[in-house]
C-alpha cells in the first residue's frame, strides 16, 4: 500500500495528472461527457490494481465550488484519498474532518495548487470522516468541471 501511495504521489505532483494528459479531446460538443475524467482515472485504477492496494471507493461527479462526500474509515488502516479535476479544474483541494464532540473537525488538508490532491491517513478510530472537494480555481473559460475521488486502501 505505501508503494502505491507513493506512486500516485508522485503521479499527482508537478501541474497535475489531468492536464499532463490530454483528454479534451473526449469531451463532447457541449463539454458535459464523462468521458474525459473516466480516461483520466484508468491509469490510477491501474496502478492501484497491479499493486497491493484495493480501491474501495470511487466516485466521479461535476463541481463548480465544493462538494461534500462521507466514508467510513477503519482504525489501524492506511488510506490514501485522491481527487483530480478534468482538463477544465486548474486547482483542486481536499479536507478530511472527524466528527468529534458534536462536531465536524478538521484533520488533514491537501491545499497545493494542482489539479490533483491526495491526503493520506491512518485513522486513530472507526468512524465515519466527512472528505470535502473544493473546486478552487478554473482555467480561462470555465466555471465547472467534473471531479473524480479514489478511496484507496
Avoid at 2 to 26: E, Y
Avoid at 71 to 81: A, D, K, M, P, Q
Avoid at 88 to 117: F, G, H, M, P
Amino acid at each position: 500500500m505505501k508503494t502505491i501511495l507513493l506512486i500516485l504521489f508522485f503521479l499527482f505532483s508537478g501541474n497535475g495528472f489531468a492536464q499532463d494528459l490530454d483528454f479534451r479531446s473526449m469531451d463532447n460538443s457541449k463539454g458535459t461527457s464523462m468521458k474525459p475524467i473516466l480516461a483520466a482515472s484508468l491509469p490510477l485504477i491501474q496502478i492501484a490494481e497491479e499493486g497491493d492496494a484495493e480501491i474501495v471507493r470511487m466516485e466521479f461527479d461535476i463541481i463548480s465550488d465544493e462538494k461534500f462526500t462521507y466514508r467510513e474509515l477503519h482504525e489501524g488502516v492506511n488510506y490514501g484519498i485522491l481527487a483530480f479535476g478534468d482538463y477544465r479544474i486548474r486547482d483542486i483541494d481536499l479536507v478530511l474532518y472527524k466528527y468529534i464532540n458534536n462536531q465536524w473537525v478538521e484533520i488533514k488538508r491537501d491545499t497545493d495548487a494542482s489539479s490533483s490532491a491526495l491526503v493520506k491517513i491512518e485513522p486513530s478510530f472507526t468512524g465515519t470522516y466527512a472528505i470535502k472537494v473544493i473546486a478552487h480555481r478554473y482555467y480561462e473559460g470555465y466555471s465547472k468541471g467534473h471531479y473524480g475521488l479514489l478511496i484507496i486502501r
